[in-house]
């Protein structure tokens, strides 16, 4: 149980996609762990979708593999696929039927989905007021929530959605990341979701894999993305002073001599966290007046930007 547990819910080896002599998606190769949210990014045309239709066996795999939970989708796609929900582009419903009973008609496809169940994941999605509503009363944030009750109706360990704020309001967009918060932490399931919205996957995800052209250009963990300072840079730390020249003397001189430099943000020193108290202690100590001291953080904008040198991404 503890092996299970600590296995990717979501493998891809190698994983690579040609049509008629073009290369879609290029010798893919990353882990999703469990219980995160996961981000899929990359400009329009990067080769998400295609990914995530070879990912759900909607499209065949030139060469490499996915494995879901362990399990390769391509020897044993039934065991694969059962562990996995997914809203590929839009989610389909009949819309002269209420958002129930469009969930009682998927749910007879599948054996042992309960009333029970069904009650639940309205709940869980809160559309418990409208489910009843017939779908084409719906607005399109509601009825992406309805997509999302009914991918979660046979308890996947892994929610796969393809760009799943298209076409949502403001307040739509804010809703939905509250709901795939809410999943990853009430019911366990690893959601894996493909954007090419930068700010909403900076709000929404935990880890983001960066996609360009079809090839891998990075994973790594959000917080590491906009803060900076992986396991061996130190994070950057802007201090807001009167008297920069001297502020940038006094850190310079510290006992490690911290990277001390002139910005338009301030001065900024690369320091850990627990060396923080002396330099402002030293700083006090020289005269130096301080403002405010606080981390530096870079948008994923940023960040994105410095690691493809591309601006094909909306924000």
Not at 37 to 60: C, E, H, Q
Not at 106 to 127: C, N, Q, S, W
């Amino acid at each position: 149980m503890s092996d299970q547990a600590n296995l990717p819910v979501l493998q891809l080896r190698n994983v690579t996609k040609r049509i008629g002599g073009k290369t879609i998606v290029d010798n893919l190769t990353f882990d999703v762990p469990r219980g995160e949210v996961f981000g899929f990014l990359g400009p329009n045309g990067a080769g998400k979708t295609t990914t995530i239709r070879m990912i759900v066996g909607l499209m065949k795999i030139t060469e490499g593999e996915v494995l879901i939970n362990g399990t390769s989708i391509t020897r044993n796609f039934e065991q694969a696929i059962r562990h996995v929900g997914a809203i590929v582009e839009n989610p389909e419903m009949y819309k002269f039927l209420s958002g129930y009973n469009n969930l009682v008609h998927y749910a007879r496809m599948i054996p042992g989905i309960t009333r029970e169940r069904i009650d639940e994941v309205v709940k869980l999605v809160g559309l418990e007021s409208r489910i009843r509503d017939k779908v084409k009363t719906y607005s399109l944030g509601m009825r992406q929530r309805l997509g999302v009750a009914q991918a979660l109706l046979h308890k996947p360990s892994l929610l796969i959605l393809d760009e799943p704020t298209n076409g949502l309001d403001p307040a739509g967009i804010r809703e939905l990341r509250d709901y795939l918060r809410r999943l990853t932490r009430e019911e366990g399931i690893t959601v894996f979701v493909s954007s090419h919205l930068l700010s909403e996957m900076e709000l929404m995800c935990d880890r983001v894999a960066v996609i360009q052209a079809g090839k891998l250009v990075d994973v790594k963990p959000l917080r590491e993305l906009v803060v900076g300072g992986g396991d061996d840079e130190l994070p950057t730390v802007i201090f807001d002073v009167d008297n920069r020249e001297l502020a940038i003397r006094v850190l310079s001189g510290l006992r490690d001599g911290a990277q001390a430099a002139d910005t338009a943000d301030g001065v900024t020193a690369k320091l850990d966290r627990e060396s923080i108290p002396l330099a402002t202690a030293k700083l006090v100590e020289a005269g130096v007046k301080i403002y405010g001291i606080r981390p530096s953080t870079r948008s994923l904008e940023d960040q994105f930007l410095e690691m493809t040198g591309r601006e094909s991404v909306v924000v």
